[in-house]
C-alpha cells in the first residue's frame, strides 16, 4: 500500500500536467472575461456564464447568492468527518477605460474594465474547478467553489455572501483566496501569516462657509481655508495618536472647492479613506477625525458635516494555515519561487471570511518584463501574464488537496 505522502506526490504530478493541458484554454476563458467585464454587484452575464461552465462542462449543481455569487460543490469519496475546504475568487471589473494600446483582448464595455485581474482569479478557480473534479475519487473531503460578486465597492460582496449563507450548509473548516500581484514575476507566489491587509473606511466631509468675492474675504467665511487647515491638521491622528507599532493610513484624495479665481464658494467636499491594522484603534480615530476637524471649522467660524462609511475590516491570515499552504506552494513550485510578503495597506473584502473561519490569502506572481506586463492593479494599462494561469489553477488545486489531507 502506497505511502500516504508517495499518493499525494502523485496527486501533485497529476495536477501539474493537467494545469499545463489546460492552459490553452483558461487563456481564452481569462480574455472571455476580459473583454466583458461588468461592475460590482452587476455580473450577470459574468455569473451565468460561470454557472454555464460548472454545470454544463463539469455537471456540478450551481447555487446562487447574493444576486450574483455562485456557489458549487465538489465532494470527494468520503465528506463526512472530512474537511470542507472553500476556494474563493471575485467576479467584479472597474469603472476604469481601459486603454487602447492594440491589445485584441481590450474591453469592450468602454469605461469598465478587468483592471485588478478577478478575470484571472475567476479563471484560475474555474480551472482548479476542471482538476478537482476529475480527482474526486482520490480525495476525502469538500470542496466549495465560491465565485463572488462586489468585493471592489462596499459594503463587499464577502459580506452579502456571508449574511447569505455562503459560510452554510456546509460550512467550510478554512477559506482560500488568491490575488494577482504584478510585482511578484510569473511562476512564482508570495505569502503571509499574521495581519497583511488593513481596514478601509471612506470619509466624506462637506466644509460649510460663507461665499462672495475673493477682494472682499472680510465679508466671507472661507470654506477653502477651513478645508486646508483640516486636511494638514489631521495628519496628527497618524502622526501623533497613533501607536507606531501600529500600521495606520490618512489620505485625502479629493477636494472640489468650486469656486473661481475671484470667487470664494460657500462649501468645499473633501473625500478620503483612513486604514489600519487594530480595530480599537479604528474606532477611537474615528471619533479623533470628526472632533478634530468639527473643532477647526467652528473655530474658524463655518461648520462641517461629516460621515465615515465603515468599509472592510482587516485581513488576518490564519498563521497556521498559512504556514502550511506557504509550505505546500514551495512543494509545487520549489522554494525559491515563494515569496514573503510585508503588510499592505490596501483592502480586500476576503478579510471578512477571515474574520469568520481560518483562511489565508496568497499572491499570484503576473508580472513579465519582457511582455512590457508591469503596470499595477487599477491602472488603465493594467494586464496579467497569462502564463501564470497554469499557477493560478494548479496552485489552487493543490492547495485544497493539501488542506483536505489526502
Known sequence: MPHPNEHQNGLMDIIKTQAKSLKPLLAELRRHLHMNPELSFQEFNTAAWVEDYLQKKLGLKTQRLANTGVVALIEGKGKEGNKVVGLRADMDALPITEVNDGRPYRSLNEGVMHACGHDVHTVSLLGAATILNTLSHEFSGTVKLVFQPGEEKLPGGASLMIADGVLQNPKPDVMIGQHVMPQIPTGKTGFRPGLYMASTDEIYMTVLGKGGHGAMPHF?????????????????????????AVPSVLSFGKVIANGATNVIPSEVKLEGTFRTLNEQWRTDAHDKITRMATGIAESMGGSIDIEIRRGYPFLHNNE?????????????????????????????????????????????????????IVNSVHHPAFDADEEALENGAGLFAWLAIKEMGK
Not at 466671507?220 to 507606531?244: F, K, W
Open 220 to 244: 466671507n467665511i472661507d470654506p477653502v481655508l477651513i478645508a486646508a487647515h483640516i486636511i494638514t491638521s489631521l495628519q496628527q491622528v497618524v502622526s501623533r495618536n497613533a501607536n507606531p
Open 320 to 372: 497556521e494555515l498559512t504556514n502550511r499552504c506557504k509550505n505546500a506552494a514551495a512543494d509545487y513550485l520549489g522554494e525559491d519561487y515563494v515569496e514573503n510578503l510585508d503588510i499592505w495597506m490596501a483592502a480586500e473584502d476576503f478579510a471578512y471570511y477571515s474574520q469568520e473561519v481560518p483562511s489565508c490569502f496568497y499572491r499570484l506572481g503576473v508580472r513579465n518584463e519582457e511582455k512590457g
